[in-house]
C-alpha cells in the first residue's frame, strides 16, 4: 500500500508543473468542506483518475463525474493555487482525489 500511495502522488507531482499564481476572485462554495486547490482536476474517465478511483475502491455515480486530485484546502495554501480552484462534494479522500467537483469562481 505505501508503494502505491507513493507511486500515485509521484505521478501527480509529475503531471501538475503549474507557477502558483494568486486568486483575488470572489468563490462560491456550498460544500461543507469549503474550497479547494487540485492540481489536477479531469472527468473520471480520465486515465490518471480511472486508476485511482479503481485502486481507492472509490465509487463514482458517472465517467462524466468531475475529479479533483491531489487536493489541499484553500486555507493551507494562503490563498495561492498552483491548480484549479474547486468546491468539490466529497473530499474524504484528500489529498488524493475529491469528488464531485465544480469551479469555485464566479465572475
Same mark, same amino acid.
Given at each position: 500500500?505505501?508503494?502505491? !500511495?507513493?507511486? $500515485?502522488?509521484?505521478?501527480?507531482? /509529475?503531471?501538475? #508543473?503549474?507557477?502558483p499564481? &494568486?486568486? =483575488?476572485e470572489?468563490?462560491?462554495?456550498?460544500?461543507?468542506?469549503?474550497?479547494?486547490?487540485c492540481?489536477?482536476?479531469?472527468?473520471?474517465?480520465?486515465?490518471?483518475?480511472?486508476?485511482?478511483?479503481?485502486? !481507492?475502491?472509490? $465509487?463514482?455515480?458517472?465517467?462524466? /463525474?468531475?475529479? #479533483?486530485?491531489?487536493?489541499? &484546502?484553500? =486555507?493551507?495554501?494562503?490563498?495561492?493555487?498552483?491548480?484549479?480552484l474547486?468546491?468539490?462534494?466529497?473530499?474524504s479522500?484528500?489529498?488524493?482525489?475529491?469528488?464531485?467537483?465544480?469551479?469555485?469562481?464566479?465572475?
Amino acid at each position: 500500500m505505501q508503494f502505491k !500511495l507513493t507511486l $500515485i502522488t509521484a505521478a501527480l507531482v /509529475t503531471l501538475a #508543473g503549474a507557477t502558483p499564481a &494568486p486568486r =483575488s476572485e470572489s468563490t462560491v462554495c456550498s460544500a461543507p468542506s469549503g474550497i479547494v486547490c487540485c492540481d489536477l482536476v479531469k472527468p473520471a474517465s480520465d486515465p490518471l483518475a480511472t486508476y485511482l478511483i479503481k485502486n !481507492l475502491g472509490i $465509487i463514482v455515480s458517472s465517467t462524466s /463525474t468531475v475529479v #479533483g486530485m491531489d487536493c489541499s &484546502p484553500i =486555507s493551507a495554501v494562503s490563498g495561492i493555487c498552483s491548480g484549479e480552484l474547486v468546491c468539490c462534494e466529497d473530499n474524504s479522500n484528500d489529498p488524493l482525489i475529491s469528488i464531485g467537483c465544480t469551479p469555485a469562481i464566479s465572475d
